[in-house]
């Protein structure tokens, strides 16, 4: 089993995370490159962030909202890059022109919506840092849970050459039952109804490529299958394969954890005085699970530590973040 992955990218160091991606944006129809497909991997991570009220993941990163709900955010280009040189920020500045002329077209039994992505790039070459606005549909949209979702781990959805191969990986990533599209379905959700008018090549260069470097690289692949009607193919069976050893297992700790009562690795005293005390909800120990373990393995009195951590967070603007941060202290301390 693999340890954390970390990818380091033109010196930014890009830490594993379960992305939820919205189902909408994860069925609309588009046609991105990989580089667009990046920018777009870390807007939806920064909004799971926000969310979810955990720190960004790198300092650059910020996020700021108007009155009228748009929303202002920033991020590093080396993840764009994956690794790759781009004199004068060429590619990321072709992928940010791009995503100003596209939008995610949506269309169910009810509605069609089409909404532009981004609007008012901006490069700080000093900083290496990227600057856009987005409506606050798309905003939503990432976190639009209402259709489902899909989770997948950032560093693999990041690391793929083929757009494809995130397009696949997004929709089998986490399924345990069969899907099944149409060969229309799967030319239209891909934006390639003009192209491999011979069925033969779109299995030749769209699913055979795809299922090798998933094969190669992710947790989630795929073997597939075709229904004929006579000798024509007009869909296809996918069928999800895991494969373990290629899972992050520090991501797979933390899904088992979230399937296991609290109770199950932190001692029932220490629980007690972070709800009852502190005033910590079970949602914030969730947050935090990690921390208090490690605490209670490295600070030799804990509840004794935690009351005097709690007298001097009383006068602090935001006592519960002051008090994470002195436990982050305290076992820097002991090692």
């Known amino acids: 089993m693999k340890t954390e ?25 588009y046609d991105f490159s990989v580089y667009e497909k990046r920018i777009l991997y870390l807007l939806v991570e920064m909004a799971q962030c926000e969310v979810e009220g955990r720190k960004f993941p790198r300092d650059c990163c910020k996020i700021e909202h108007d009155l009228w709900g748009l929303v202002t955010v920033t991020i590093p280009i080396a993840p764009i890059l994956s690794g790759e040189s781009d004199k ?58 209402s259709k489902g979702f899909r989770k997948y781990e950032l560093v693999t959805a990041m690391q793929f050459k083929s757009v494809y191969s995130m397009r696949f990986y997004e929709l089998l990533s986490g399924q345990k039952t069969k899907l ?63 494969q373990p050893d290629k899972q992050d297992s520090e991501l797979y700790k933390h899904e088992i954890q979230k399937q296991t009562g609290l109770s199950w690795d932190l001692n029932r005293s220490v629980l007690d005085y972070l709800r009852n005390s502190v005033g910590f909800t079970d949602k914030e120990l969730k947050l935090h699970r990690d921390l208090f373990i490690t605490a209670q393995m490295e600070i030799p009195d804990l509840i004794t530590e935690l009351s005097m951590l709690k007298a001097k967070s009383r006068d602090k603007k935001n006592p519960k973040g002051w008090l994470i941060n002195a436990i982050r202290g305290k076992i820097k301390d002991t090692k």
């Open 88 to 145: 004068n920020y060429a590619k990321a500045k072709n992928a940010l022109l791009s995503l100003t002329k596209k939008g995610f077209e949506y269309e169910d039994d009810k509605v069609w919506e089409y909404i532009n992505i981004v609007a008012f790039p901006k490069i700080e070459k000093r900083a290496s840092t990227v600057t856009f606005t987005v409506d606050p549909k798309i905003w939503n949209c990432c976190l639009d849970f």
């Open 180 to 242: 099944i599209y149409s060969l229309e379905q799967l030319k239209e959700m891909f934006q390639v109804q003009d192209k491999y008018k011979l069925t033969a090549d779109f299995i030749r260069k769209v699913i055979e490529p795809a299922k090798k470097e998933l094969d190669e690289f992710s947790p989630y692949t795929f073997e597939w299958s075709p229904n004929k009607d006579g000798k024509k193919i007009v869909s296809f069976n996918f069928y999800p394969v895991t």
């Open 5 to 29: 992955k970390q990818k380091k990218n033109n010196g930014v160091v890009i830490s594993n995370k379960n992305l939820i991606q919205s189902y909408i944006m994860t069925t609309a129809k």
